[in-house]
């Protein structure tokens, strides 16, 4: 009865075990990067991998739980931000390459609203986004920490209205979680990258928040010094070369 | 002394404590009595699909907690079923309010209440409740006098682990309610959004050791109740 | 229909392939099961009490039926005032010794509580658990806690078990008198006891 499973164990044991050491070479370069990268970094990658690399292996969150991963030593290439905020907390923390540190791309803050109930607002300074809201909730990244909530935060609070609309906001752990709030209508208005708005379908965007209301929003990447991959550098350059940067634009990034 | 406790959390941080406490409590006392029905279905009844009721009980305890919230979403939120329902007819909205959060708590808490209390339903000596018909007790009164007191140990179990557990839940809550400062931003919801936190690192330190003193007590205080269970069971004279 | 029958009892049962039967009609107040333990008699004493339930048959006490299989009757155990000692004695663990008798107190009960602590000599354990009771005084409580619930008939399983003889004696002197107002089933293995008792004794014996 028993050894013939025993033996399919061990079989499945020696497989598992045999796996790693064989793919270790067939593996790219592991890059944190902010949840609003993920479906550009996902064609780049592809792209980039196209050229004759390894693929690169990409873990998407908010740039702060991604900042605390490699604070807490995740063994990483390469991170890619979504504000300048974070990488300065890693660069400090002498987590980051010299001279390895550039941006990427820049983005806009947009407010966004689903396309099957949509809510009406105005953009502009007192605009009147609790009333626009009704009993319903303003979707963002957590502002006391998430790039994309901060960049809101900061220009709702440049608008006059922060105050007023604060507790009706769903903070929510990435930019792309906030997206889905208001893409399944349970949100009627959103505060996401321009960029986020395009990739949905169910989403419209209702206002741009204007450039001075709030802190450019650039893309900072550096190499981690705990990278070991020899292929780190090389997805790093792709990413600031034009062929990069074509693939950045467009999904809609545009240049830093 | 009492000062020196007080000004060991900051306001914000006792009224994170406050919502936490209430959010469990009310979790725990909502979904206690059909918890208790169903222990005493599957303890006491037999009937078909029983084995799939037990299943669906104990779903919470393996599902993915992401699950779990993701379809409390698709049922309690604004587009749901259930959660149109209610704000239609009754004006109550569960998402993004404390009381979604006690849903989720109380729907993870299930099991392990459940639980407890089946096991001491099932450590009831069903001799003491037929002596207990001979001397002329109804269904009712020997449901009330016999079985429920000898439960009880199991009960308060079933409370403090629940209790426990909700104030521990995360992932169904953060997925349905997710995260709104004072209403359903519970201490793991607080504790983790302050590890998002450039300068979070003391806040969260203080609520690591809250949480683990107080899961520490109640895993104790159960544990005891789980002990008396067992030498109840055993008192028939 | 003439004189009422204190026990008309015609009944079987299979548990586990094994057959429980038991056929008594007389109108004798005492009536004593004996028979090598494992013979079924405890299962007629749940038979009568309506705690089991015969596969046929009926059973009728005083004059009254409680249960017939042709006529469909089975009268629920609380409304058959049965007066059932039990030999592992039953008391209630979360109770005081005086909710355990109290338990089974009607309205209309005209059973004095006195005389019964009285002569059950257990008036000094009202406010004991049961746990902290001796075999016989946990005993002499059973027997109390039946007899205060106002019973039409008493069932008595092995109720001499655990007393010393001082009080074996003093318990039959006791059932004695109750069976002037009671009839009484009694189940024993020691056929002594019965014949002390003047009963009517039923052999009871495996058929296997």
């Not at chain 1, 893309?219 to 600031?240: E, G, I, K, W």
């Not at chain 2, 020997?142 to 629940?162: C, E, K, Q």
């Not at chain 2, 521990?168 to 709104?180: K, M």
């Not at chain 3, 059973?142 to 019973?151: E, K, Q, T, V």
Request: with cysteine.
């Amino acid at each position: 009865m028993k050894p013939p499973f025993l033996r399919a164990f061990c079989a499945l044991l020696l497989l598992l075990s045999a796996n790693p050491s064989s793919a270790a070479n067939d593996r790219g370069p592991v890059i944190l990067a902010a949840a609003s990268l993920q479906d550009v970094l996902a064609v780049a990658a592809v792209e980039w991998a196209r050229q004759g690399h390894a693929q690169p292996v990409l873990s998407f969150a908010g740039s702060s739980a991604l900042a605390r991963q490699i604070r807490a030593g995740a063994p990483a290439d390469l991170f890619i931000s979504a504000d300048e905020d974070w990488m300065d907390i890693v660069e400090k923390g002498g987590l980051i390459q010299p001279r390895t540190r550039a941006d990427i791309a820049g983005n806009q803050l947009v407010l966004v609203t689903p396309i099957r109930q949509p809510a009406q607002v105005k953009m502009g300074r007192g605009m009147p986004i609790a009333r626009a809201l009704g009993s319903s909730r303003l979707a963002m990244a957590d502002p006391d920490s998430v790039p994309a909530g901060k960049y809101g935060k900061a220009a709702l609070t440049q608008l006059g209205v922060w105050t007023a609309v604060s507790p009706k906001v769903v903070r929510a752990e990435n930019v792309r979680a906030a997206l889905a709030l208001v893409e399944r209508g349970e949100a009627r208005l959103g505060i996401v990258y321009a960029t986020d708005a395009r990739a949905s379908r169910k989403v419209r965007i209702a206002g741009i928040f204007p450039a001075w209301t709030h802190p450019p929003i650039r893309y900072p990447v550096a190499r981690l010094r705990t990278s070991r991959h020899a292929d780190a550098d090389a997805f790093r350059t792709f990413l600031l070369s034009p062929k990069g940067r074509a693939v950045l634009a467009r999904y809609g990034f545009s240049a830093p | 002394m009492s000062s020196d406790i007080y000004a060991a959390l900051s306001p914000e941080e006792w009224s994170i404590l406050a919502l936490s406490l209430k959010v469990s409590l009310v979790a725990v006392a909502a979904i206690l009595p059909a918890c208790f029905c169903i222990a005493w279905m599957l303890a006491r009844w037999r009937f078909p699909g029983k084995l799939l009721v037990d299943a669906l009980v104990h779903l919470p305890l393996v599902l993915p907690p992401v699950v779990t919230g993701w379809l409390l979403l698709l049922l309690f939120g604004m587009n749901g079923p259930i959660g149109r329902w209610l704000s239609d007819v009754f004006g109550i909205t569960l998402l993004f309010r404390w009381t979604g959060a006690a849903l989720a708590a109380a729907i993870m808490a299930v099991p392990l209440m459940v639980r407890a209390i089946r096991l001491s339903i099932e450590a009831i000596d069903t001799r003491l409740e037929s002596a207990a018909a001979t001397l002329g007790a109804s269904r009712l009164r020997i449901f009330f006098t016999i079985s429920l007191p000898l439960a009880l140990p199991g009960v308060l179990a079933a409370i403090i682990l629940g209790f426990a557990r909700s104030l521990g839940e995360f992932g169904a809550t953060i997925t349905f309610v997710s995260d709104v400062p004072g209403e359903t931003r519970t201490l793991p919801i607080a504790i983790y959004a302050a590890m998002q936190m450039p300068d979070g690192e003391a806040m969260v330190t203080r609520f690591a050791i809250l949480s683990t003193m107080l899961s520490l007590g109640a895993l104790m205080l159960s544990e005891i109740m789980v002990r008396r269970i067992a030498h109840g069971g055993r008192h028939v004279i | 229909m003439g004189v009422a029958m204190s026990f008309d009892i015609d009944v079987s049962r299979t548990v586990g392939g094994r057959r429980i039967a038991l056929t008594v009609r007389t109108d004798r107040p005492l009536v004593a099961l004996v028979g090598p333990s494992g013979v079924g008699k405890t299962s007629i004493l749940d038979m009568v009490a309506g705690i089991i339930r015969p596969d046929r048959g009926h059973i009728a006490v005083d004059g009254q039926t409680l249960f017939d299989s042709d006529a469909k009757i089975d009268m629920p155990p609380a409304e058959r005032h049965a007066g059932y000692v039990f030999q592992d004695r039953r008391l209630f663990p979360h109770m005081r010794v005086r909710a355990n008798l109290l338990y089974g107190r009607r309205t209309g009960i005209s059973v004095d509580m006195d005389d019964v602590l009285d002569f059950l000599g257990i008036g000094h354990l009202l406010h004991r658990w049961p746990r902290n009771l001796s075999g016989g005084e946990a005993q002499r409580v059973a027997i109390g806690r039946a007899l205060l619930s106002g019973p039409r008939f008493l069932l008595l399983d092995e109720p001499l078990s655990s007393l010393d003889r001082h009080r074996k004696s003093d318990i039959l002197d006791a059932i004695d008198q109750i069976r002037m107002r009671a009839p009484i089933l009694y189940v024993t293995h020691d056929i002594g006891e019965a014949e002390r008792l003047s009963a009517m004794i039923v052999t009871m014996a495996g058929d296997d």
